[in-house]
């Protein structure tokens, strides 16, 4: 009886931890990825970012990061195809802390991010993010790593 329970409760532990470690359905290689910001409040639209970056299983958080930023990304899951990430960028016009979530599939993606932007000594905004990616090949010796 005892090593029945210790098999059930190793079992709801694997069952439990699997879909956690499950890879989304990504290409790894380069990627070009095009984000749009959106500041509400705003009066203009700000133009798309369009950069190439390396994704692999293991990062596949898209940068979202400006000239002068350094980010971290703090936390990671998968569930299925989605990935959502905790995202934490700091420079010279402060911080941008965000939230954001994409849904891969194979050779393209797209999700949103929803960021706070903090600049110092200034009021902070939220700033809205829409992002599309596309596998175009193997990564590139200039490709940003993308980072975890």
Known sequence: MR???????????????????ANPNIEEGNWEITVKMEIPGMPMA?????????????????DTSQPGQT?????QKVSGETVTWRTECKGREGTVDGEGRIKYAGKSYSGTMLAKM??????AMTVNYQMQGRHTGP??????????
């Open 118 to 123: 903090s600049p110092p000594g200034g009021e």
């Open 46 to 62: 700000m133009p798309p970012i369009t950069r190439s970056q390396c994704v692999t299983q293991k990062n596949a958080v898209p």
């Open 3 to 21: 090593i029945t329970r210790q098999f059930g409760v190793l079992a709801l532990g694997i069952a439990v931890v699997a879909p956690v470690c």
């Open 139 to 148: 990564c590139k010796a200039d490709s940003k790593k993308a980072t975890k």
């Open 71 to 75: 980010c971290v990304v703090k936390e």
